[in-house]
């Protein structure tokens, strides 16, 4: 046996109905802030300011970026035959 309902209704109508917290306030408190965020790091002229915002681990953080990039760098290399431990290129 199979029972197929069809419900016409608007997320807001689904949200309330089924009990669910309406987040659309906090969502666009979030959404002004990330803005305001990014407004104040394009108004940053200073370069270490603006990688320390988008780097917040500073060094060490550029230094485990580098490491992935590398292995992903070799990983690709070794699946398409070109393992420089082998003479290959």
Excluded: H
Excluded at 43 to 64: H, I, R, S, Y
């Amino acid at each position: 046996m199979k029972i197929q309902i069809d419900i016409d209704c608007t997320p807001e109508e689904a949200r309330t109905f089924l009990g669910l917290p309406d987040v659309a306030p906090m969502q666009q408190a979030m959404l002004k802030q990330m803005e305001d965020n990014m407004l104040k790091a394009t108004n940053v002229a200073d370069p270490e300011a603006m990688m320390k915002m988008w780097f917040p681990l500073g060094q060490q953080g550029m230094e485990t970026l580098t490491k992935v990039f590398q292995q992903v760098a070799r990983s690709q290399s070794n699946r398409d035959g070109d393992d420089p431990a082998n003479g290959k290129s």
